[in-house]
């Protein structure tokens, strides 16, 4: 006799998580949707480095020295891993509140601020302290909680983020407090790995001058003019990009509070959350801690809030099978229940017929 095995189909957390963000390889990879720019970032990385391995390095290796391909390609491959670890991960996501939570923090907010009839309610923030300094809580409307301190709701991702920096389209996610770190590393690299590309694309093109002509060089090389020119625009904006966010890591400071001036505003309230040292705030921002991720992607959902619930093997066989009345209970001959039937349910009585053996006999 066969058995047949039904398997439930199991409904992972991140199936289920509101906000505009992509998921991928059973939700361990997670992006923004937008992914467009993201793609370029690779392209133009890939290809500029492909053309460089491929014909400068080879001469570079032989006319100079074989660290020149083992450097570049170190750089690369940092530069490669740190883009990928930023984009791929998750920056710092606050999950909402689940229903009951929100109900309970709206009903708190409305029984603490009564206010009078055809008056504008006040902001909904909380005073928190730190470093004997207040700093307010906002409440978000769209996730139904008070943020936690330098936390801000992306409004390209629809999530709130920890200690939110921005959101970044050339990696194709925010930048948060689990992701920063990594970020800065890879524009640190990027950086590098862009001026050792141009630096060498100039010697390149210097040495092979010498031999053959500069004019001659440039129809030779179309890929090596093609390099020079990509480098030379990105150079500025990665460096200066890479500049910027050094000066607000060694501030612990973040672009979101920078732009809109939380500590050099009129008020010249001071950061609570730097030590006053460099050194310091770059090892708390860069070398400190990670946190654990609060999302638990992975995780199972109960059958209840995944939908609703297959049927099991034992209760599909019994709903095909006909139902038996119940039992009735044993009744005693006073406990006798009483005939609800109608008089005119109950059919009426037929007539006697006459007995035919009788007939014959007066006969």
Not at 56 to 67: F, H, I, K, N, T
């Amino acid at each position: 006799m066969s058995v047949m095995v039904v398997r439930k189909k199991v409904t992972r957390k991140w199936e289920k998580l509101p906000g505009r963000n992509t998921f991928c390889c059973d939700g361990r990879v997670m992006m923004a949707r937008q992914k467009g720019i993201f793609y370029l970032t690779l392209f133009l990385i890939l290809g500029t480095c492909t053309l460089f391995f491929a014909f400068e390095c080879r001469y570079l290796a032989v006319q100079l020295s074989p660290a020149i391909p083992v450097f570049a390609a170190m750089l690369f491959l940092f530069s490669m891993a740190t883009l990928l670890r930023t984009s791929f991960s998750d920056p710092g996501v606050i999950p909402r509140a689940l229903p009951d939570e929100a109900a309970f923090i709206e009903m708190e907010i409305a029984t603490n601020g009564a206010v009078p009839q055809g008056q504008r309610p006040p902001p909904r923030i909380k005073n928190f302290q730190i470093n004997n300094q207040i700093v307010k809580l906002k409440y978000c409307y769209t996730c139904k909680i008070f943020r936690p301190p330098r936390a801000s709701h992306c409004s390209i991702c629809d999530n709130c983020v920890e200690r939110f920096d921005h959101h970044c389209p050339w990696v194709g996610n925010c930048v948060g407090k689990r992701n920063y770190r990594y970020f800065y590393l890879f524009i640190l690299s990027l950086s590098l790995l862009t001026i050792y590309v141009f630096a060498f694309n100039i010697v390149y093109v210097a040495l092979k001058s010498l031999k053959i002509g500069f004019l001659e060089t440039l129809k030779e090389t179309p890929g090596t003019v093609l390099e020079v020119l990509i480098c030379f625009f990105t150079l500025w904006s990665v460096v200066g990009l890479t500049g910027f966010h050094t000066f607000l890591v060694a501030l612990n400071q973040t672009t979101n509070e920078d732009i809109k001036g939380s500590w050099t505003g009129k008020n010249r309230v001071q950061n609570p959350y730097s030590h006053g040292n460099i050194v310091k705030n770059c090892c708390e921002v860069l070398c400190g801690p990670l946190p654990p991720s609060v999302l638990d992607r992975r995780g199972i959902l109960p059958l209840e809030e995944s939908g609703s619930r297959p049927p099991s093997t034992q209760e599909t066989s019994s709903s095909l099978l006909p139902q038996s009345p119940a039992p009735t209970e044993h009744l005693n001959s006073n406990e006798m229940p009483e005939d609800s039937s109608t008089p005119e349910e109950m059919p009426p009585p037929e007539p006697p017929e006459p007995p035919q053996e009788a007939a014959e006999a007066e006969k």
